[in-house]
């Protein structure tokens, strides 16, 4: 029978580990997602609702337009590719908001949203926000159903402007 020797951890490697955590930690070199309670994830939570809120649910584009980077990439599970700002603007303006009747609306789920920090030499250059929203279909009485939840993440860049939206995934889109 073969024996497989393991080798017990030492206090010196358990020591050289919790050293190199701390280290990594105290000099800011890992960076985890913000708390809701920073600037940042306020900022953009604030741009989510811009983007949704105002443009998906009440279809004011111009609510949310000073947001979008003028080459977007917006990548869909189901329907595609978008690779501009305008084009973006077009389908937007005729599929989200071109019938009232059919018009759906987007919630964000509560406790799903997060924002990563992304850095270069120690300052904030952008941001990673990502979160689960459901989407809701209008019935004929008025009301709305659940229609699916996905996934989505955004790249958010930061320019003198403040911030803008740079690349979209929209994934894993599944029925209620």
């Known amino acids: 029978m073969n024996k497989m020797k393991t080798l ?18 105290f000099f800011g070199i890992t960076y985890a997602q913000v ?15 811009l983007l949704f ?7 004011r584009l111009e609510a949310f337009e ?13 329907s595609g590719i978008t690779r501009s700002k305008e084009s973006f603007i077009e389908t937007f303006r005729r599929n ?10 987007r919630d964000l789920i509560p406790g799903t949203l ?3 920090p992304l850095y270069n030499q120690g300052e904030l250059y952008g941001a990673i926000q ?14 709305s159903t659940p229609g699916s939840t996905a996934l989505f993440t955004h790249l958010w860049l930061k320019n003198d402007d403040g911030w803008e939206i740079k690349r979209v995934l929209s994934y894993e889109h599944r029925p209620e």
Do not use: M, W
């Not at 017990?8 to 930690?25: E, G, I, K, W």
């Not at 809120?53 to 279809?59: I, Q, S, V």
């Open 8 to 25: 017990p951890y030492t206090q010196h490697s358990l020591t050289t580990v919790f050293a190199v955590v701390f280290f990594l930690n």
């Open 35 to 49: 708390d809701s309670s920073s600037e940042l994830y306020k900022t953009l939570k604030a741009n989510d609702s």
């Open 53 to 59: 809120e105002e443009g998906f649910n009440k279809c």
């Open 66 to 78: 000073h947001l979008i980077a003028e080459d977007l990439e917006f990548y869909h599970d189901l």
């Open 96 to 105: 989200i908001c071109g019938n009232p009747e059919q018009k759906p609306r």
């Open 114 to 116: 997060v924002v990563y």
């Open 130 to 143: 990502q979160g689960t929203h459901r989407f809701y279909q209008p019935a004929p009485d008025g009301s």
